[in-house]
Structures are given as structure tokens and as C-alpha cells.
């Protein structure tokens, strides 16, 4: 049986009705990738629409976050082999220790004790004791997109038990130390926190602590609390 309706040109669209469908979807793809793709994804907002929308600042801080994140894999990868040259340069000399104990030991520098008189004190140095443990609660707050650092002076194998906590929001933080020679080692690090505990053990001679930044749009106070065995507290 013949086919009745037969399909004719006229059934397709003409290539004036394909270019111009293709011209309408090119406009729409760039202005979606102007008003919404470059303020979320990158904090860009050339129209001002992002702004309106909320999401430049979400695109501000997607930026943000991953140029520390990269900045601090660099710095760690860069100074990995620096941190093991450190130690071993600020630990005293073995002999330096050495030397002090064979003075105590000769017995011929000990001076004669005449008979009768009463014995002389020891000339043996007392030994000399760890510095007493320290404690401070230390404030500081923090304005929107803005870090702060705090940071104890410690010698190697030192011990301080620490903890933070924020009055609100959450902050981003980075434990680590530096010394001469050495511009970076870090202990632990994160973001999106409220609080944080535990015990800092020196790795070396030198300045330790922690660092936090406000990626929020209010200010934040962060309390911190510090027990034991340091010399000093530092507002950097």
C-alpha cells in the first residue's frame, strides 16, 4: 500500500531556524556562566547578579580555601628535608655535655682539705632544674577574613597542654613551628572548626604554636588555654 503521507522538505527546519536556535543557546550558556558559574566558582561577579544571589562570597572563599590549602602542601613539600637539618643543628654538641662532667670527675683538681678543718662543700654543680610550668587563657579576635597567630617560645621536647575554642562560628587553624633555619613545621592543621586540644610536644628549639583565620562574615573570638612547660607567649 502506498505511503499517503509522504515527509517533504517543508517537515525540517530550515538552517536560518537551526542557526539562530544555536545562537539563542550560546547566549544563554554565557550569561548563566557570567551571572552564576564565575561568582560561585571563583568569587568573580562582573554583573553584580552573584552578589544578589549570594554567591560570590561562596565563590571567594572556594578560591580562598584552596590557594592556603595549595600554599601550605608547597611550603611542607619544601621544607620537609629542612626540618630533620634543623633539628640536629639547634640540639647542643654531645661534646659541649661531655666536657663539664670529666672536670667534676678529675680528682686531682680537687683541692687538699687540711686536718681538722671540716669538710669542704661540693664542688659539683647542683643540677639544673626545668623551668616552672606556665598557664595563660589568651583572647583574640578575629574580623571577617582576617588571621591571627599566637606562638610559645619551647625547647625540645617540651610539653604544653593546650586547648582552643571559639565564642562562635568556626574558624580555620595550622599548628606549626619555626625556628632559625627552619620556616615551617607543621603539626596539624584544619578548617571548619570550633575547638581543638591536646599536648604540643617540641620538635625543636624554637617558636610554636597556632595560626587561625575567619572565613565567615562575623568577628570571632578565640580563647586559648596553655599549661606547662614553655618560656614565653607571643602575639605575632
Known amino acids: 500500500m502506498p505511503d499517503t503521507n509522504p515527509a517533504t522538505t517543508t517537515d525540517l527546519p530550515s538552517s536560518r531556524t537551526l542557526l539562530r536556535s544555536t545562537l539563542i543557546a550560546i547566549a544563554v550558556a554565557m550569561v ?16 553584580g547578579v552573584g552578589g544578589v544571589l549570594g554567591l560570590t562570597p561562596m565563590g571567594e572563599i572556594k578560591v580562598s580555601l584552596a590557594k592556603e590549602a595549595a600554599t601550605a602542601d608547597s611550603i611542607e ?6 626540618t630533620a637539618v634543623g633539628d640536629t643543628t639547634v640540639s647542643p654538641p654531645a661534646a659541649s655535655a661531655a666536657a663539664p662532667a ?7 683538681a680537687a683541692p687538699r682539705t687540711p686536718p681538722g ?33 599566637i606562638k610559645l617560645l ?10 582552643w575554642s571559639t565564642d562562635r562560628g568556626v574558624v580555620n587553624y595550622d ?22 586540644e591536646g599536648v604540643l610536644i617540641a620538635a625543636f628549639d624554637g617558636a610554636h604554636g597556632w595560626f587561625w583565620r575567619n572565613r565567615g562574615s562575623e568577628p570571632v573570638t ?9 618560656l614565653e607567649l607571643k602575639r605575632m
Open 77 to 82: 613539600a619544601a621544607v620537609g628535608q629542612g
Open 154 to 163: 619551647m625547647r625540645k621536647d617540651a610539653r604544653v597542654t593546650y586547648s
Open 117 to 149: 678543718a671540716p669538710p669542704a662543700p661540693s664542688d659539683v654543680p647542683a643540677p639544673i632544674s626545668a623551668s616552672p610550668a606556665k598557664s595563660h587563657v589568651t583572647e583574640i579576635t578575629l574580623l571577617p577574613n582576617e588571621g591571627k597567630e
Open 222 to 230: 578565640v580563647t586559648l588555654r596553655t599549661n606547662g612547660d614553655y
Open 32 to 47: 548563566l556562566l557570567v551571572t552564576v558559574v564565575m561568582p560561585a566558582e571563583y568569587g568573580v561577579d562582573p554583573t
Open 175 to 196: 599548628t606549626h613551628a619555626d625556628a632559625p633555619g627552619i620556616s615551617y613545621h607543621g603539626y596539624a592543621k584544619g578548617s571548619g572548626k570550633r575547638s581543638d
Open 102 to 108: 670529666a672536670a667534676v670527675s678529675s680528682p686531682a
